[in-house]
């Protein structure tokens, strides 16, 4: 019963994450999205200072450039110091054109960056044992609130990649893999089978009190498009723009009825020489001498005022 207290008051502390990426549109837009889903949230752009910010934030996880021009997040496994429950994680975003470097210490995840989120989330709730069903939960009311997920800045992501399976290395996570779509019943097997270990939080019960892992990915599948909202992904297909012009299915068949209703052009405009007749009638409305007398005024008044 205690157990079970300590676990949901667990669940419910707010994560405190530290963002230490270059990319600058990578880092506001994983700052957004951690924090609308009730993370403590501080991202940096380099390394100056560094050790300061752990000591001021204590972070729960940090999420790192993985080698940089101002970040070398491979190295930051040996130089972070972790805590009785291996606190602070450690997770590192690598560029697909990025040469492979030995990391140093212990890292927990790589992702490939730009992020997916979905992807993200999967991960942080592996890292920070936390209850991937509560975090569901939150994405819902989120939404329903009129939050808008979609809100969170424009972020260019690559293709998602269906069939890419989330490897989660390190000591306190080997074996640990999590799939988005096509589960095997495996993994699902794996994750249950490590629940009493204290050193496997990616286990069974941080899925859910029955650790029904299908549940949680059923439901965490529902809020695809959510998640996909949030990182929309940018291309450079025709059909895509035309689908993200017309996004609503009616638009192009009310466009159509526009341009019927609209009265048809005049084929002929106005002629050239009655419009200069009746621009010189306009013109001879006007009294030259009242004009003339008024001009030589003011420049007397002009002369006046420069006069010694």
Known sequence: MLTTVLSKL?????????????????????????KKLGFDCLAVRNELGLSTQILQLSPHLIIATYNGRKVKGFS?????????????????????NEPQVPTSGQVDGLLNSPVNARELIAMVCSV???????????????????GGLGQAPIHVSGKSRE??????????????????RGQDQDTSN????????????????SLGEGGDFDEARNQF????????SMSPTVEKNSDFRRQAKWSHENAPVNYDRFLESM?????????????????????????????????????EFVRALFKK
């Open 10 to 34: 667990d669940n419910r502390r707010m994560r405190r994450v530290l963002l230490v990426i270059e990319d600058f549109s990578e880092a506001m837009y994983l700052e957004t999205l951690l």
């Open 76 to 96: 930051l496994g040996s130089r972070i110091r972790r805590n009785a429950a291996g606190e602070p994680g450690l997770i590192l975003l690598r560029k697909g």
């Open 128 to 146: 920070c044992s936390i209850n991937i069903m509560q975090l569901i939960e939150k994405i819902k009311r989120v939404q329903t609130s009129g």
């Open 163 to 180: 069939s890419e399976r989330i490897a989660v290395s390190g000591n306190r996570f080997a074996q640990a893999q999590v799939k988005l």
């Open 190 to 205: 794996n994750h249950a089978s490590e629940a009493g270990s204290k050193s496997e939080p990616a286990s069974s019960q």
């Open 221 to 228: 599948e529902d809020l695809l498009g959510i998640l996909e």
């Open 263 to 299: 009265p048809p052009a005049r084929s002929n405009g106005i002629d050239g020489k009655l419009a200069k007749l009746e621009v010189e009638e306009f013109r001879g409305l006007e009294n030259r001498e009242e004009i003339k007398e008024v001009d030589d005024e003011r420049k």
